[in-house]
Structures are given as C-alpha cells and as structure tokens.
C-alpha cells in the first residue's frame, strides 16, 4: 500500500508564513508528480501547487509569487512553503501524488489525509 502522511499546518496570522511537509511510504514504483490541493468549507477542492518529475512546475493563480513547491525525492518528499498568508487561505490541504505502486503496476493518484490551515488575527 501507498501512504501520505502531511505535516505542518495551523493556525498564523495574516502576513505569516508556514511550511507544510508530505512524505509517501510504502508500495512505490514510480512517483510522477506530487502537489498540493486545498479545499475550503463550502466549497471545492482546488489545485494549489503540482511538480511533475520531468516537467515544469504549476502554481493557481491566487497563490504565485506567494507560494513555493519543493520536493526531495530521496526522501519521497513534497513541500510547500506559503508565505503572505491571507485569510482566503484558510483550507485544509491536500497532499496529492500521481504514482505507480500500491502492489500493482497501475498508476494511480493518492491523498494525504489532509491538514488544516487558518489564517487569522
């Protein structure tokens, strides 16, 4: 089987920053790309941020200049660094990797268990 286990969330003021960590484990073949989603009360989970292993990065346009998407893929490791937080921020977020495994040769997407970040004075 295939784990995402995310780290890194709560509660900052506007202006702050925070870092949110995602480490896969288990069954992995090939990691294709990993990202971030995020989905606020009410309504629908968006892309925030993906990085494809051999491709370019994709930023919403609501989080550019703003946001930065990292990985280590010795570590099977997806970060996100969110700098000037805004209170429309406040969602909980995903963590998403697009990946061969889970103890079959099928590529798949798999999710985090999502963790929540506010932003509030």
């Known amino acids: 089987q295939v784990q995402l286990v995310e780290s890194g969330g709560g509660l900052v003021q506007p202006g702050g920053s925070l870092r949110l960590s995602c480490a896969a484990s288990?069954?992995?073949?090939?990691?294709?790309?990993m990202g971030w989603y995020r989905q606020a009360p009410g309504k629908q989970r968006e892309l925030v941020a993906t990085?494809?292993?051999?491709?370019?990065?994709t930023y919403s346009d609501s989080v550019k200049g703003r946001f930065t998407i990292s990985r280590d893929n010795t570590k099977k490791t997806v970060y996100l660094q969110m700098n000037s937080l805004k209170p429309e921020d406040t969602a909980v977020y995903y963590c998403?990797?697009?990946?061969?495994?889970?103890?079959?040769?099928?590529?798949?997407?798999?999710w985090g268990q999502g963790t929540q970040v506010t932003v509030s004075s």
């Open positions: 998403n990797a697009d990946l061969r495994g889970g103890g079959t040769w099928l590529r798949n997407d798999y």
């Open positions: 288990g069954s992995i073949i090939t990691i294709f790309a």
């Open positions: 990085r494809p292993s051999g491709g370019s990065t």
